[in-house]
């Protein structure tokens, strides 16, 4: 099948985004010919497209715009109106997916192109939806954050006994923990925005005797049979183990479970050795794990949900409908257009503070060379100074005891020549 993935953004190491490229490999593995569509390009997931043969274009595109589309799938409102209404795109088969009904992007769009599916990530994010939207309720089925295939294949070895944090709104009471953990001798890492900025690999994951954190990565540790604390900026119902592993999935591992905060002293103790989960405990999470969250079963679920409902019908919507909607998309775009030249110059200017960072440590080094050299010369300029000063002071107790013998010698003359004097009687 041809399928487009079409989102609002593709840049940031965030939810939404990971989320669409995790889709388009494992529907490109399943044999699809897939595309990733988005509003603006980015250089972040280029590589990762290519290496699977996934074209990454902006909406657009003429190529994209004229091809007839078995299935696109979309994430975010604004994305539809933008297919829909601005671009003229043309699909047998809509999918509209929701990873939060906290985010007003989230929300679902009015039908200017029927949508046969609609995907929430949680129980309890169906249940806003079909509260909230009823008119879709009927549409709408969960498909929760899935584990790609990698994580199956690649299991934990030894770990390093060094700790692991995954957020992008850390709260203070993990910065604290891992203060705490550090002045006792573990190490402590910490991914997401404004620490390390890099996707969460098998390879990342599996170096970590533990891990706390929520959401997408709290399904990547079970699949690794990592052990993992669940707790964020909602607080969280801690380790995740039988007891508590399906009402912490129905919210989607976000914590909001068991809405619990603790001071970084008490989660110090909450994750002391002995009260990590044991192997046939990690052993039962990865069973869950593996019935429910498989990314390659819930996708093809998704796609034959989707052979058994009816083909979406040309757009109904009237031509002034449709240029409301469009004109709706350029608000947007203009909002977004903005921010993007503001994260473009925002980058530039962080890049150019780096540089001048690292001209300044060059300096400093080069300066502390020469510092050094400088001390090293003085050093040996005082052990000469010190030497001479020696071999001054040798010289003049020399001279002085040459001296003294000439005076001792002379001394001894006169007396001699004295003692004859008299001896002869022999006056001056």
Known sequence: M????????????????????????????????VSIACFFESERYKDECIKHGIKLATFDDSALIYTSWDVIWIFHQPTFYALFSKWNYSTQYTVFSSLSHFEPLETPPIEICPLNIITTNSE???????????????????????????????????????????????????????????????????YGTGYIEDR?????????????????????????????????????????????????????FSGRCSPSTYTAEELSKKIEDEL?????????????????????????????????????????????????????????????????ELSLAYQKESQRREKAELQLCEYKYAWEAESAKRFSVEDELLKIASALEIERKEHVEAMQQLIYAKKSKLLKSYYFIKSLAKKFNIKK
């Open 2 to 33: 041809q399928i487009l993935i079409a989102t609002s953004r593709f840049q940031d190491l965030a939810g939404s985004e990971i989320t669409v490229l995790e889709y388009a490999i494992e529907l490109s593995l399943q044999g699809n010919v």
């Open 124 to 190: 309890e994010n169906l249940s806003y939806f079909n509260e909230n939207y009823p008119d879709y309720s009927s549409k709408a089925i969960v498909l929760p954050n899935s584990i790609p295939r990698d994580f199956w294949v690649n299991q934990r070895s030894a770990n390093s006994g060094k700790v692991l944090i995954v957020s992008n709104h850390i709260p203070s009471e993990l910065l604290e923990l891992k203060d705490i953990l550090e002045s006792q001798g573990t190490i402590v890492d910490i």
């Open 200 to 252: 969460i690999t098998p390879q990342v994951l599996s170096n970590y005797k533990l891990c706390i954190s929520i959401g997408k990565t709290v399904q990547y540790c079970l699949a690794l049979k990592v052990p993992v604390f669940c707790y964020d900026h909602f607080g969280g119902p801690g380790w995740i183990t039988e007891e508590n592993i399906i009402t912490a999935a129905d919210k989607n």
């Open 276 to 340: 990590i989960p044991s192997v046939a405990e990690l052993e039962q999470n990865f069973q869950f794990a593996k019935d429910k969250f498989s990314l390659d079963k819930n996708l093809s679920g998704v796609l034959d949900a989707l052979s058994r409902s009816v083909i979406s019908l040309s757009h109904t919507t009237t031509a002034t409908e449709k240029k409301i909607f469009s004109r709706i998309v350029d608000v947007f775009l203009r909002d977004s257009r903005r921010q993007h």
